[in-house]
């Protein structure tokens, strides 16, 4: 159980960190416009800041995750899961936020945080049992 919290957990900051990338790299091409409903070049261009902001809390939810991924597997198991389990919390708990201030956007939610509540739930077990 614990493998595969992990491994669930490391994918959903790979989500983390290709949403990073739509949100600060790539915010006014075409892609990222279409993923977060952003009609226009114009339009995309004025949120250009905020989702650049936005996209690094992205990142470091990832590496967070990431970091504590690597240190559990090296032996330091408290610090790793705690690490993991933070991360992937943030990433639940955004998730949740985007679930119930914007309804239509519920796919999108759920993408962000059933990946990562999963990888906490299996952690947890795993680590309970």
Known sequence: MIIAGLVLAGLAGLVHIYIFYLESIAWTGARARATFGIASRADAETTK???FNQGFYN???AIAVALGI???ASGSRTVGATLVFVGAGCMVAAGLVL???APS???AALK???PPLLGIAALALGLAF
Request: proline share 0%; aromatic share 12%.
């Open 70 to 72: 690597v240190l559990f």
């Open 112 to 114: 962000q945080l059933v």
């Open 105 to 107: 956007k519920a796919g």
């Open 59 to 61: 990142l470091f939810l």
């Open 99 to 101: 679930l119930v201030s």
């Open 49 to 51: 800041a905020l989702a």
